[in-house]
């Protein structure tokens, strides 16, 4: 017989009543790159949930991860039907739960979002079907045999919790003083604030929009709608990469029914007053933020960087709110904008390594991230290393794929730690992890996905190239010539890319054979740019290396930047490990504090 069913309560997110299969992982899940936005298949070829769709079903993970357009992809879901029908949640997530709201707001359209703790989300394991209505969660083994209507109302769209600290400006912005858009966007920024528990809003000097990037109609019907309520921002605004070349998706070969409303998203943007910067490394910008600065950034390796290595203060804001504080100019005060919530809160211990090369930091943040979940870790051992400001670029676009937390510390290294104790709470110990070289090797097998030697494409600037990445690659590949049955292309930004142009870089690698990419990233790019016959990429990303066989359908070598020239040129991968990453190299003696 049937055993009894199981009862557990949580705290309602999102409001509302839903029942489905139950489909359960106790990994996190980003919605970008992890799940198709126009079928709901999880795509995220490193999870469990792989080849699950999410459609009608009960979808309990511990919290998403990764991208910030995980909000975007879940609207999406909302608007064309293939969402789940209720999200249960070990820990809050701010992203996820952001695009429910937004759907809401903008599509009168909803799902649940239940947050019931990790150790209740423990015993979601073997369940086959699930309930969830309000603040209740029922759990069945097989589906009931008799008819169901939960009682919890899926269209609450209220403004939340308005008895925050309110100034002058926030009232009258509610009120809808300042216009549709703006009164809009407060709500939502009340909602959110609501949700995490802030007490106060905070004002804040500039903000990048990950929202322009295109993830299916209703991405493009949310900002049109902004821009008829007359939406105009209130601070310095930039814009993340977009999904196509702006200037020349036809050019290369883009089918129109992307490359048009892509397009037009980053014009809708660009109308409410944000400068056309289409750009996912913001940083690399005269107009990075500096120390100490409150800002709003969306794309999670931007955050991870502006926290972590810029000493700047922001969340990882998910899509649509980081747009809705730019049009009001108010954030909650909470989270990495406080400096008590900047602390470590995991220590990892490094074994003792060899000589570096640049592909160690991306695999070493793709590692931590894993391991620090939505924890902010403190990494011991890499001072004497002295990573240089792209090997933190990588390692926190890596970070940031495999973690929810917005900051990670380096001792000695990244500005808050270069004293390590400044960065540990006296009053709460630290987990402890120690990486073993075993433990770096399955990693780099992950990142690895690829069978054979071949190499097709060789896909750099994820996130964009950096001035002085154009000057290392310039060098590696002077006097040489890509191999004619290989793409060598590079995403950048378009100042970045003229900054090399006028330091010679892009003559000698045009002369090497390389197409240049700008406005867009390796992330939304697929074929003609990834040609048609093309089986094998090469990558020293460890951001993309993780996503491009969901996304691009094809299994990746992960490696330096120097063998993926020698891959360009070969068309063959070697294979060989690298020297830091030999079995003989030391394991023990861990670095300490």
């Known amino acids: 017989m049937p055993g009894k069913p199981t009862s557990l309560t949580g705290r309602s997110l999102v ?35 792989s080849g699950a769709h999410l459609a009608g079903r009960v979808l309990a993970i511990p919290s998403g991860r990764g991208s910030c357009t995980g909000s975007s992809v879940m609207m999406e879901l909302i608007s064309n039907g293939h969402a789940p029908a209720a999200l249960v949640l070990a820990e809050p997530d701010e992203i996820l739960t952001l695009g429910v709201l937004v759907a809401q707001t903008i599509f009168q359209r909803s799902l649940p979002v239940l947050c019931i703790g990790r150790e209740a989300f423990a015993a979601l394991r073997g369940h086959a079907f699930a309930r969830v209505d309000g603040t209740a969660l029922t759990l069945y083994e097989q589906l009931p045999a008799e008819p169901w209507q939960g009682s919890a109302p899926l269209t609450d769209t209220t403004p939340g919790d308005t008895a925050l600290a309110l100034t002058s400006l926030d009232r009258s912005l509610l009120a809808g003083e300042h216009g549709k858009a703006a009164q809009v966007a407060m709500q939502i920024v009340l909602r959110m604030a609501a949700l995490q528990g802030a007490t106060a809003l905070l004002d804040i000097t500039q903000a990048h929009i990950d929202g322009c990037i295109y993830t299916g109609p209703a991405s493009l019907r949310f900002a049109e709608q902004l821009v008829q309520w007359g939406a105009k921002v209130r601070v310095p605004t930039t814009l993340n990469s977009i999904s196509v070349d702006q200037r020349r998706w036809r050019e ?6 992307l490359g048009v409303p892509a397009s037009a998203l980053g014009d809708a943007y660009m109308a409410m007053g944000a400068s056309l910067s289409f750009t996912c490394a913001p940083y690399l910008l005269d107009s990075a933020p500096k120390a100490g600065e409150q800002i709003v950034w969306a794309e999670s390796n931007a955050v991870v960087y502006a926290n972590s290595v810029l000493g700047a203060r922001t969340l990882k804001y998910p899509d649509y709110l980081d747009i809705c504080i730019a049009l009001t100019g108010r954030a909650p005060l909470i989270g990495c904008h406080l400096e008590a919530r900047r602390k470590a809160q995991l220590l990892i211990e490094l074994p003792q390594l060899g000589t570096l090369d640049d592909a160690f930091y991306p695999l070493l943040g793709y590692h931590v991230g894993a391991l620090a979940g939505s924890r902010i870790p403190l990494v011991l051992g890499l001072a004497a290393a002295q990573p240089s400001l792209d090997d933190l670029k990588a390692f926190g676009a890596a970070f940031a794929t495999t973690s929810a937390a917005p900051l990670f510390h380096i001792a000695g290294v990244t500005p808050e730690a270069l004293d390590p104790a400044a960065v540990l709470d006296a009053d709460h110990p630290l987990a402890v ?40 690659l310039a060098r590696l590949c002077s006097g040489r010539r890509c191999h004619p049955d290989v793409v060598l292309a590079i995403t950048c930004g378009r100042a970045v890319l ?48 993780h996503y491009a066989p969901g996304l691009a359908g094809r299994t990746v070598h992960f490696a330096s930047l120097g063998e993926c020239v020698d891959a360009a040129c070969t068309a063959r991968a070697s294979g060989h490990l690298p020297a830091w990453l030999q079995p003989a190299a030391p394991l023990e003696s861990p670095a300490h504090v």
């Open 15 to 49: 409001a509302g009543a839903a029942q489905g299969a139950l489909l359960f992982a106790d990994v996190g899940l980003s919605f970008w790159g992890g799940v198709n936005s126009a079928s709901g298949e999880v795509i995220d070829r490193h999870h469990p949930l």
């Open 252 to 257: 290369l070969g883009i089918d129109p029914a």
């Open 433 to 472: 992890e120690r990486i073993a070289l075993k433990d770096l090797l399955l990693s780099w097998r992950e990142l690895n996905s690829a069978r054979d030697s071949q190499v097709d494409v060789v896909s750099l600037g994820n996130p964009h190239f950096s001035l002085s990445e154009f000057a290392a």
């Open 498 to 545: 003229e900054q090399a142009r006028a330091a010679g870089h892009i003559a000698v690698l045009e002369g090497f054979g390389v197409t240049l990419v700008t406005d867009t990233c390796w992330c939304m790019l697929g074929e003609p740019v990834i040609p048609p016959a093309a089986r094998t990429l090469m990558t020293n990303s460890g951001k993309y290396a």
